[in-house]
């Protein structure tokens, strides 16, 4: 709950860039709300992700290029956080449930 109360909303319009294949500068993943993403790698067309789907989740874990290009197909909604908050989030939630397991044994 905690986590989904941090995320911010983005309205996007048609043809907005979320990612860009090879830059190093991506820093939130989302959550899309409302609308599809075509993804292009090497500039060909290997997804369209809509409701419920996930995109930009690598930030979360790794650093580094990203490996596609997203953008939004007609307008669209999505729900999103920075990799960095992310983490922190699920740092702590991590030391929350050690501290759960401690407690029980």
């Not at 820093?27 to 599809?36: A, L, M, Y």
């Amino acid at each position: 709950a905690r986590f989904a109360q941090e995320m911010e909303v983005f309205d996007l319009p048609n043809g907005t860039m979320i990612a860009q294949q090879g830059s190093t500068r991506g820093t939130h993943f989302f959550v899309v709300e409302q609308g599809t993403f075509e993804v292009r790698r090497d500039g060909k067309r290997v997804a369209m992700v809509s409701r419920g789907g996930l995109l930009g989740e690598s930030v979360i874990l790794l650093s580094g290029a990203q490996n596609a290009t997203v953008c939004a197909k007609g307008n669209a909604r999505a729900y999103a956080m920075g990799g960095l908050r992310a983490r922190a989030i699920f740092q702590e939630q991590y030391q929350d449930g050690k501290k759960e397991v401690i407690v029980a044994l």
